[in-house]
């Protein structure tokens, strides 16, 4: 279902070129850095799949991000688990359930209810941790170990290695676009596109729309839970803040920065707003002040964000190609 | 639990859901009549705050701070309406959420700008200040049972305002049927401009009367956005009567997850909306959604 | 890619400053390393809630610096200034950005105690020293303590342990604790428990609202049913200003003594007026120290800042000592690991708040300070406890 358009897939593979070879030559902290933006690519990608494609605007998506992140944090901390192949399974089985819970309440409503039912509900996940004594409270802990992933006696991939880590979270990214690319090109895209646009009328046609939000709303999630436990791997840090309702506002702003609807938009949208935020913050002690304006400027003025400047750059592009 | 005991803190509760009320009649207000959703109504509320404290330091009276903070607040929801919101309201409610969000940042950090870091304390006005004993241990300050009042008399008006007054009949009509009022002649443009002004100056000036019994600081309007939200959901957005009872609830509920709850206290307002959530999705007192 | 390019604030203190000394003291030992600047990467919050804590602290320790002769064992200093924003999910980033990416010799940070937390980990993993001028969670000197790891201002355990002694001195035998259910709420209430149970004292209740909750009126309702002798509290900021008029206005005040860390009266007692009245606090610092070197600073800070001194000046002051002494120690070789943890452990520092030294743990051994406000003002009474150690229970180094 969705449209690529082909300067942004030109964009978007030379992109993939330039990350693929960062590591060659690129400083390690960037090795990081760029790590933490893929990653935040792919939380962002997940939450287009529900505000773009299924019209369900969520501002509680942090909610399973920063649920993955505790997941392995406790299971780390205070079971002494390391394996990845257990930490994994459990981080996106805990962002599954939860989205299942959450999006069951939720999905009931619409609109302006979902937006504020999201938000509440993933509010009461973030106080649980807030409130949990051994858990660090605000303060949050440290993460003891990176995930290790042995066959046997056999290190298969290497966790604390920045450069392995790197390609690890472009290769989530990669296979992210292409399972949510292909999900949305079946049926069931399909149809939760036509939902988005006339529910009423899919339901007439005997569609079981509350299940189709319910499924989004948990593939959504349980993507958030994996960017989650990428990030708990990168970042070995468990905190309340990373399922804050700030946490959720931004990464919204991520999408439509870059272009709701289009999951390459999202990356973009990742890559811009972090490294904005990266230099203002160096820049001034009042960038919150700068990035406000600047969110408001996008809002008033590029709805369609970044990928709607590429779309009608290309469609001039081609018009140009036409005539000539 | 003795009487005298549970009788205390179910006031302490109804006090609490009274201001819980004040700030998100506001919230529901501009929800139920124009669609629009304010994330920023919990910095409306700071910077209320922040100018009666201001304007308290500079005249020396908290009245005539109230009545100078007030029309400024009024100018900065118009102004905020008419710039702004007016070119959001076809879009989808994410741009609103959005530009509300990049308010948020703006307004706290200009409020840190303006009036710096530090935490401010305004005096209870002096012929409000003092306490009347309820048990032999404690006493319960007139200023809270003050604001009690206030809050009903503010409920009341809006009560009035909407349900009898004939700019309410216009503001009931404009939220139901957009264009035939403004097909028999009523500026919709300028009554919605009204109401989101209106649903400012009351989150405003919840912070302006709390501010004597709650101090004043940065970043204090993130709290009580997300609790007012609670409020707002558990009542039925759009509903002021769903207001009341979701803020009385809550109120009531956050007081006693604190006695009989501690370690859970914090979730308790949350499970119980979830709770009423299951039941009615639409809220206590919405329409079906 | 943009951010190669990025601006970044560097400023050079004593740039011109104490050329005679230098000049009077080559070191043979590493003459090449001489030349070269000492990075020093300061990682504090200058946005948001904690801001004026991170400008003071930085303020007073360049300050210190620069009456040193603005140079770290005879090297210049080049400062990395990154604001933490006290935003924990960032905080291993931004530590490494200081240690990996701008090679920072030393890391001094940070206010806010999860990005200290954060900081440490980074430091251990890149084996770079880390000072800490202010975040007192006592994790940091206990289970996570470590050779490159100081603390120059408090553990949240330290002022609080007196005050029970301070409360049993003043007669009382049943208590009511309140605090945030945080951390620092946590470690601080642990702090008063353990001096007052252990001299006879009662704890009849714990009562925890959620952080950073103001809405006290419940608590204050159990705490008039129960009418234990006394209160310990631990808030801060504007939950401190809030809780003391809410007391008040309850009228428990007048009834219950309310005792608690400084950082309950501290930079708000005077907002508080007549509600602050009596209040009897603990802390490794008060204004009114009657001592020279008080004094001095005291009109220092506020000569170049402006601005009042407070206890995180003085703690930033003391890290600028801390620095200068001990990279004297070794003529400015911060590469000298072991030779540079030997003059920490046994250094010893004239400070605002009195003469400190540091336990095993690496965590000031100081005297506690009893004081109380009356008639508007915050007076010093005494010291509380004298050369009070943090147990520093779980580190392996004590």
Redesign the interface.
């Known amino acids: 279902m969705p449209h690529h358009p082909r300067i942004a897939l030109a964009l978007l593979a030379l992109g993939a070129v330039f990350l693929a070879v960062f590591p060659l030559w690129g ?4 090795i ?2 760029i790590a ?1 933006i893929m990653i935040f690519a792919l939380f962002a990608m997940s939450l287009d799949l529900l ?1 773009g494609y299924a019209g369900l ?1 969520s ?1 509680g998506h942090a909610a399973f991000f920063g649920l993955a992140v505790y997941v392995v944090a406790g299971l780390v901390n205070k079971a002494g688990v390391t394996s990845a192949f257990v930490l994994l399974p459990a981080a996106l089985g805990a962002a599954a359930i939860a989205a299942a819970a959450i999006g069951w ?1 939720s999905i ?6 979902f ?3 999201t ?3 993933a ?2 996940v973030y ?2 941790f ?2 949990q ?1 051994e858990w ?7 993460i003891d170990s990176k995930p290790t992933v042995m066959l046997g006696d056999l290190k298969l991939f290497d966790f604390y290695d920045r450069v392995q880590f790197y390609y690890l979270a472009l290769g989530c990214l990669v296979a992210a676009f292409v399972l949510l690319t292909v999900i949305l090109r079946s049926p069931f895209g399909h149809t939760l596109v036509g939902i988005r646009a006339n529910e009423g009328r899919m339901r007439a046609l005997g569609y079981d729309v509350q299940r189709y939000k319910l499924i989004a709303f948990v593939i959504a999630g349980t993507l958030a839970g994996l960017a989650g436990f990428l990030e708990a791997a990168r ?3 468990a ?1 309340p ?2 399922l804050g ?1 700030h ?1 959720s ?1 931004h990464v ?2 991520i999408v ?1 920065l870059g272009g ?1 609807g289009t999951l390459f938009g999202p990356i973009l949208g990742a890559f811009v707003m972090l ?1 904005m935020e ?2 203002f ?3 001034t ?5 700068i ?6 400027l ?3 003025l590029l ?1 369609d964000g970044i990928a709607g400047v590429l779309r009608r750059v290309g469609r001039l592009g081609r018009r140009g190609a036409g005539d000539g | 639990m003795s009487l005298s005991y549970f009788l205390i803190q179910t006031l302490n509760g109804v006090q609490y859901g009274f201001l819980l009320f004040l700030v998100a009649s506001g919230l529901t207000l501009v929800f139920g009549i124009m669609g629009v959703i304010n994330l920023a109504h919990g910095a409306f509320y700071m910077v209320g705050a922040y100018l009666a404290w201001w304007f308290a330091e500079q005249t020396g009276s908290f009245v005539l701070a109230l009545l100078l903070s007030l029309p400024v607040t009024v100018l900065l929801g118009l102004a905020t309406e008419r710039f702004a919101i007016r070119y959001l309201y076809a879009r989808d409610h994410l741009y609103q959420v959005l530009f509300t969000y990049g308010l948020i940042l703006i307004l706290n950090e200009l409020q840190r700008l303006l009036f710096g870091n530090d935490v401010h304390g305004l005096p209870i006005p002096a012929p409000l200040a003092g306490s009347i004993p309820l048990t032999e241990a404690q006493s319960y300050p007139i200023y809270r049972i003050f604001l009690s009042f206030t809050c009903i008399a503010v409920a009341a008006a809006l009560y009035l305002l909407i349900q009898r007054t004939r700019l309410g009949m216009v503001i009931r009509a404009g939220s139901t049927h957009r264009e035939m009022v403004s097909a028999l002649g009523f500026d919709i443009a300028r009554l919605f401009m009204v109401v989101f002004g209106l649903g400012v100056a009351l989150a405003a000036f919840a912070g302006m009367i709390a501010a004597p019994v709650n101090t004043v600081y940065p970043g204090m309007g993130d709290h009580i956005l997300i609790i007012s939200f609670v409020v707002v959901v558990i009542g039925g957005i759009g509903s002021i009567k769903g207001a009341f009872v979701g803020a009385m609830v809550v109120g009531i509920a956050d007081t006693f997850g604190r006695v009989l709850l501690p370690t859970g206290a914090g979730v308790v307002v949350y499970a119980v909306m979830a709770l009423v959530l299951l039941w009615r999705p639409q809220g206590l007192f919405g329409r079906t959604v | 890619m943009t951010a190669h390019n990025r601006r970044r604030f560097i400023k050079q203190a004593g740039a011109g400053m104490g050329l005679a000394a230098a000049a009077s003291f080559v070191p043979t030992r590493f003459a090449i390393g001489q030349k070269a600047k000492i990075k020093l990467g300061l990682m504090l919050p200058y946005s948001g809630t904690y801001a004026a804590l991170g400008h003071n602290i930085t303020d007073a320790m360049k300050m210190r610096i620069n009456e040193g002769g603005g140079k770290l064992g005879g090297r210049e200093i080049e400062y990395v200034q990154l604001d933490d924003e006290s935003a924990p999910p960032k905080g291993k980033d931004n530590a490494s950005r200081l240690l990996v990416r701008d090679k920072c010799d030393i890391l001094v940070g940070t206010v806010h105690s999860g990005v200290a937390l954060a900081m440490a980990q980074v430091a251990k993993e890149e084996n770079k020293f880390l000072v800490i001028p202010n975040a007192g969670a006592v994790d940091l000197t206990r289970k996570n303590c470590s050779a490159k790891l100081f603390r120059t201002s408090f553990s949240n355990w330290q002022p609080a342990f007196p005050c029970g002694d301070v409360a049993l001195k003043d007669g009382h035998k049943t208590a009511v604790i309140m605090t945030w259910k945080y951390p620092a709420g946590f470690e601080s209430a642990q702090g008063f428990k353990d001096s007052f149970t252990k001299g006879g004292g009662k704890i009849i209740k714990e009562i925890l609202p959620d952080f950073p909750s103001v809405e006290f009126q419940a608590g204050l309702t159990e705490i008039a049913a129960l009418k234990p002798d006394c209160v310990y509290v631990f808030f801060a900021g504007a939950g401190a200003l809030k809780f003391m008029k809410d007391y008040d206005a309850a009228g428990l005040k007048a009834r219950i003594q309310l005792y608690g860390p400084g950082f309950l009266t501290d930079g708000v007692y005077k907002q508080a007026g007549s509600a602050a009245e009596g209040i009897k606090t603990t802390l490794h610092y008060a204004d009114d120290i009657d001592t020279p070197i008080n004094k001095k600073f005291r009109a220092a800070f506020k000569d170049q800042t402006k601005r009042d001194a407070d206890v995180y000046a003085v703690q930033g002051y003391d890290t600028g000592t801390f620095l200068l002494q001990g990279l004297a120690a070794v003529q400015g070789d911060v590469g000298a690991d072991k030779a540079l943890i030997k003059a920490w452990e046994g250094i010893k520092i004239d400070s605002p708040r009195g003469t400190f030294t540091l336990s095993k743990s690496h965590e000031p051994i100081q005297d506690i300070y009893l004081r109380q406000v009356y008639s508007g003002d915050e007076k010093l009474l005494g010291i509380a406890h004298k050369a009070l150690a943090d147990p520093g229970t779980g580190c392996t180094m004590a």
Do not use: C, S
């Open positions: 400083d390690t902290f960037y990081r850095f933490r505000v605007v501002l309440i009931r409503t619409t609109g302006v209810y937006i504020m039912i938000l509440a509900l509010q009461m106080y649980f807030h409130d004594k660090g409270g605000t303060d949050g802990m440290n970042a070995t840090f905190t803040a990373h309702w946490e506002g919204l702003m439509i709701m490294l990266d230099y913050a160096t820049l002690e009042r960038w919150l002040l990035m406000g304006v600047f969110v408001i996008v809002v008033m709805p």
